[in-house]
């Protein structure tokens, strides 16, 4: 390279979401420099940036090296491994940067690392922001959806780069300044928890309608494909399509879905939203009913033994009477509890951002959150711009099931919502997130629950008190001593 011309911006971590990430922002005309301890990455992303298009990118073999190659004031993205690598790359870098250069950590990183390593920079003078980054590998190269949170002057510094580089969508690019602090990384985490809640329901709809309906992989990914074109339009809807029609080349027999081990995995951020739900005392109960989803995938030795046991007791895995479901009934009926189950868990989600929103004093917008995920990210989905507008409507929307719009939709899928899950509770299919989202629909529009009940008993055996509805103020009453009263 030639020394004389600066770079527009730095990349540091080229795994393959740094390189791609570090190639999309080339390919808008931003001059990039990147950097890995691993020389050979550096080498590899020059070799694409070339291969891709003479792209203006530069490689640097050190850390001194690359940190002097850019513009001031400086602005570093890193994309390493959460946690430890990140506090190094930051050491390695930082001692060659000046007061108002910024710091850009892209990794799915919990909000408090980054809160504090903001502290850390701060005390340097260097800026600091983290920022989510959704979309996998060809999201990063060909348009993410980016949640920036933290300095909003280091946001200043190069939104003009990230609103090129960002997935763009009929109201704009996908990225938006979220808030202070760890916001970024927070609501990047609650997108994760989101789709882990999308990807359990779209499995339970794939369940039902395959060990209900008994409905093949071709019909499968024809019914997919249709439901793609409507209001379920999402990424996710998509690839599930896709997947049932890929043949299994390895054992050359049948499609490649059914040879896959059912067992999930999950790198924390679904565990976090859980975790973080419970703090605020948020119900996020589809989002928990996944991760609790993956835990039991995991026990798959577990299960096969549970399976033996229990064919033995006489109540086998296979679904009786396949043959009497009406296909087309089940298939219409299934799309409409999806659809209404992920309403659910979109609300969940939501009211945990608001949540921690207000904890944290971020000042989040809900509407313009729901707009950036519409494009670049793994949860994009047409459906999105309808939350948007709700929250548009009115901001301080308690609950995303009683705008009026959602709302209107939920009782009209109701009815299908409840066959569905009734008839999979009848025939022992599990759907623990379309229930948890019925349920939680249900509890929510319920103006009197049995909590009165509980509130009886804690006032019975610890003296806790309770409210009345006709009249103000806590009581206590001598629960057992009147019993007795009454008894005799
Ligand atoms: C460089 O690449 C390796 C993997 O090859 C990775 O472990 C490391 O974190 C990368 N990042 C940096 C900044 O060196």
Redesign the pocket.
């Known amino acids: 390279m030639e020394s004389a011309t600066l770079s527009q911006i730095g990349l ?4 393959v979401m740094g390189q791609n990430l570090a190639l999309n922002i080339a390919e808008k005309g931003f001059p990039i420099s990147v ?4 020389t050979s ?1 550096v080498d590899e992303t020059l070799d694409r940036a070339h291969r891709e298009g003479q792209l203006p990118l530069t490689g640097h073999y050190n850390p001194k090296d690359f940190v002097l190659s850019l513009q001031k004031p400086r602005s570093v993205i ?1 994309l ?2 959460a946690g430890a ?1 990140v506090d190094q ?1 930051i050491a390695a870098l930082s001692a060659y940067m000046e007061p108002g250069d910024t710091i850009i950590d892209g990794g799915n990183e919990w909000y408090e690392n980054t809160e504090r390593r903001m502290v850390d920079a701060s005390a340097n003078g260097l800026l600091y922001l983290g920022m989510g980054v959704s979309g996998g590998e060809d999201g990063a190269r060909y348009g993410p959806s980016l949640m920036p949170g933290g300095s909003h002057r280091a946001y200043l510094n190069i939104h003009n780069i990230l609103d090129k580089v960002a997935a763009q969508v009929d109201d704009g690019p996908c990225v938006t300044y979220i808030g202070e602090g760890g916001s970024g990384n927070f609501v990047k985490m609650v997108h994760n928890g989101i789709e882990y809640g999308d990807m359990q329901l779209i499995s339970e709809a794939y369940d039902v309608l395959k060990n209900v309906g008994g409905l093949g992989n071709d019909e499968l990914a024809e019914i997919f494909g249709e439901w793609n074109r409507g209001e379920l339009e999402s990424f996710l809807i998509e690839i599930t399509s896709d997947i049932f029609k890929v043949e299994d080349h390895e054992s050359g027999k049948g499609h490649l879905v059914d040879k896959i081990l059912d067992k999930t995995g999950m790198k924390g951020t679904g565990k976090w939203t859980v975790q973080q739900a419970a703090e605020l005392s948020i119900a996020a109960p589809t989002i928990a009913a996944s991760l609790d989803s993956r835990y039991m995938s995991g026990l798959k030795e577990e299960r096969e033994a549970a399976s033996k046991i229990f064919s033995k007791e006489g109540l086998t895995e296979e679904i009786n009477n396949v043959g009497g479901v009406d296909k087309k009934k089940l298939v219409d009926d299934v799309r409409q509890a999806l659809y209404a189950s992920k309403i659910c868990s979109y609300a969940q989600g939501m009211n945990l951002l608001r949540a921690k929103s207000l904890e944290k004093g971020w000042g989040l917008n809900l509407g313009e959150l729901a707009r950036i995920w519409k494009g670049g990210c793994i949860i994009r989905a047409v459906f999105l711009d309808r939350i948007k507008q709700a929250y548009q409507r009115n901001p301080g929307l308690a609950n995303l099931l009683v705008d009026p719009e959602f709302a209107r939709e939920m009782v009209q899928r109701q009815a299908a919502w409840r066959r569905v899950v009734g008839l999979a509770i009848q025939k022992g299919v599990s759907v623990p997130g379309m229930s948890a989202s019925l349920q939680y629909f249900d509890t929510y529009r319920r103006g009197r629950l049995p909590a009165n009940l509980v509130q009886a008993q804690r006032d019975y055996f610890g003296a806790h008190t309770y409210e009345r509805v006709d009249r103000p103020g806590a009581y206590h009453t001598e629960w057992s001593k009147l019993a007795r009263k009454a008894r005799v």
């Open positions: 540091a971590g080229l795994a950097y890995n301890r691993t990455k890193i390493v491994k690598p790359t």
